[in-house]
């Protein structure tokens, strides 16, 4: 992995504080890793490395992303693999660190002040590795040129939602011929009507969660229902228990249910807590021609 990302830097001295920086941040030093902390943990004396190569340092993240999505797919290659898109809050407790303000962070459940990133991961039956990333920088700092310069955000970066950001990490795998077979994503990234065309027009099966509301067409001569309408519709003795794998409780089971719709291609798939039979999810699900999908066992 050092082999690939070492292009990345013009000058040893940064490529080497670099390794050491990724080093410290994967050995257990606590919840909080400071520069003073990450240092300490490198064996160097001071900070001041650390801190000149996050602040001062000339070097390409692109270049270090591109090796480190051939480093991944050296290894866990899969036409099979499953692109999945989430995102992940940093909590902060300044303004400083670009992109962070009072927003909503999942790992909270709540609008907090926090930094956030969408992630794509690349998951395959042999392991995963988060192979794409974008930072969500809020419309308040886009429009902000102070704080911008500030923070020496380039300029032309402009305002992107969540979805889109997710949309484009996709978009940009098919096109540099990543293999995949799948997408995944909860209701942010189900919205989107662009990614979803975008994975239909590469060959490419999707699972994405959509809201309550969203329309679909179950029979071809009968308009579109809601998705939660065309859930009253399935009989009891459809539903199925299926595991979605171990949590740290145990397997986490759930009612399946597996409606078609008036496209051949095109799912619904509905998901019921076994305690409570009003907690439901909906996933709409595109399986391209000649890809078998079935239910976990």
């Not at 690939?4 to 040893?12: D, G, I, T, Y």
């Not at 991944?72 to 400083?96: F, N, P």
């Not at 809020?138 to 950001?165: G, H, I, S, Y």
């Not at 999810?281 to 999908?293: D, I, L, M």
């Amino acid at each position: 992995m050092r082999a690939e990302l070492a292009p990345v830097f013009r000058q040893a001295r940064s490529r080497l504080t670099a390794f050491a920086y990724v080093d410290a941040l994967l050995a257990e030093t606590g919840d909080r890793r400071s520069c003073w902390q990450l240092a300490e943990q490198a064996g160097h004396a001071t900070p001041r490395r650390m801190q000149a190569l996050l602040a001062e340092r000339a070097w390409d993240h692109a270049a270090g992303l591109a090796g480190l999505r051939r480093f991944i797919l050296a290894h866990l290659g899969d036409s099979d693999a499953i692109l999945v898109l989430d995102e992940t809050a940093e909590l902060k407790k300044g303004q400083m660190t670009v992109g962070a303000g009072r927003q909503h962070a999942g790992i909270t459940g709540q609008v907090e002040n926090c930094q956030t990133v969408v992630n794509c991961a690349y998951v395959t039956s042999r392991g995963h590795a988060l192979l794409d990333f974008r930072l969500y920088l809020p419309q308040a700092w886009c429009e902000d040129d102070e704080r911008r310069a500030r923070a020496q955000v380039p300029a032309d970066v402009v305002f992107k939602t969540k979805t889109e950001l997710g949309t484009d990490m996709v978009t940009g795998a098919i096109t540099a011929g990543v293999p995949f077979g799948w997408a995944a994503g909860d209701e942010v990234y189900g919205r989107s009507g662009k990614l979803r065309q975008a994975c239909e027009d590469a060959g490419k099966g999707y699972v994405l969660e959509v809201p309550c509301d969203f329309r679909v067409r179950l029979h071809p001569r009968h308009g579109k229902i809601r998705a939660d309408a065309a859930a009253r519709r399935v009989p009891a003795t459809a539903w199925e228990t299926r595991s979605c794998g171990p949590g740290c409780k145990g397997h986490r089971n759930y009612h399946w249910a597996w409606l078609a719709t008036a496209s051949p291609r095109h799912w619904l798939l509905l998901r019921r807590s076994l305690s409570d039979p009003s907690d439901l999810a909906y996933f709409y699900c595109h399986v391209p021609a000649g890809r078998p999908a079935s239910l976990p066992c």
